[in-house]
């Protein structure tokens, strides 16, 4: 089993950043490949980013290409999202994901979800 734990999330107005980390536990964390998903209120679970197990491959949606980064510190069993730019329709809580392969968590292959952070973006 792992477990996986957010934190970052919070208040930030609009044109704002925030950095949401995530950290993994367990069954070493860190052979797996991570990601980000968010979910809006009366919205469905939505991907945002993910990242390969060595940090070589990174995907992203649309949505958060040229704003959001992906990271990961191996060492530290923890996977990183910078987010700039932070409009008012990304209010959503924002969920960590651990699976085998970076590419498949776009598709929602995800073995391990965390319990979630989060972020409002007032206007």
């Known amino acids: 089993q792992v477990q996986l734990v957010e934190s970052g999330g919070g208040l930030v107005q609009a044109g704002g950043s925030l950095r949401l980390s995530c950290v993994a536990s367990?069954?070493?964390?860190?052979?797996?490949?991570m990601g980000w998903f968010r979910q809006a209120p009366g919205k469905e679970r939505e991907f945002v980013a993910a990242?390969?197990?060595?940090?070589?491959?990174?995907f992203y949606a649309d949505s958060a290409k040229g704003r959001f980064t992906i990271s990961r510190d191996n060492a530290k069993n923890t996977v990183y999202l910078q987010m700039n730019s932070l409009k008012p329709e990304e209010t959503a809580v924002y969920y960590c994901?651990?699976?085998?392969?970076?590419?498949?968590?776009?598709?929602?292959?995800?073995?391990?979800w965390g319990k979630g952070t989060l972020v409002t973006v007032s206007s």
């Open positions: 994901a651990g699976g085998p392969t970076s590419q498949g968590i776009t598709q929602v292959r995800v073995d391990y």
């Open positions: 367990g069954r070493t964390g860190s052979v797996y490949a």
């Open positions: 990242i390969s197990s060595s940090g070589i491959r990174t």
